[in-house]
């Protein structure tokens, strides 16, 4: 069974930054592409940033130049720097892991909020 287990998340100002974690366990994380979604108040959920299991990675236009995906294949975990936060960023951000139609898994979430 795949589990993936976010941390990271709080309360921060505008401007101020913020490292998301997310760990994965009970696959092969090296051949899993991961992402980043998020979900703010009544909006649908997003796709904020992916990698790759080849480390290309792709973010959205609305956090590019300000939010990073990383993966570190030895230690099952991929992160997400986020930098410059805007209170629009504020939400909850989710943690995915895919591999062809073997694996699409979700972490729990973790609150994201940014105060202005």
């Known amino acids: 069974q795949v589990q993936l287990v976010e941390s990271g998340g709080g309360l921060v100002q505008a401007g101020g930054s913020l490292r998301l974690s997310c760990t994965v366990s009970?696959?092969?994380?090296?051949?899993?592409?991961m992402g980043w979604y998020r979900q703010a108040p009544g909006k649908e959920r997003e796709l904020v940033a992916r990698?790759?299991?080849?480390?290309?990675?792709y973010s959205a236009d609305s956090v590019k130049g300000r939010f990073f995906i990383s993966r570190d294949n030895s230690k099952s975990t991929v992160y997400l720097q986020m930098n410059s936060l805007k209170s629009e960023d504020t939400g909850v951000y989710f943690c995915?892991?895919?591999?062809?139609?073997?694996?699409?898994?979700w972490g729990q979430g973790t609150q994201v909020t940014v105060s202005s």
């Open positions: 009970g696959t092969v994380f090296s051949m899993a592409a």
């Open positions: 995915r892991a895919t591999r062809g139609s073997i694996i699409d898994s």
């Open positions: 990698i790759t299991s080849g480390g290309s990675a």
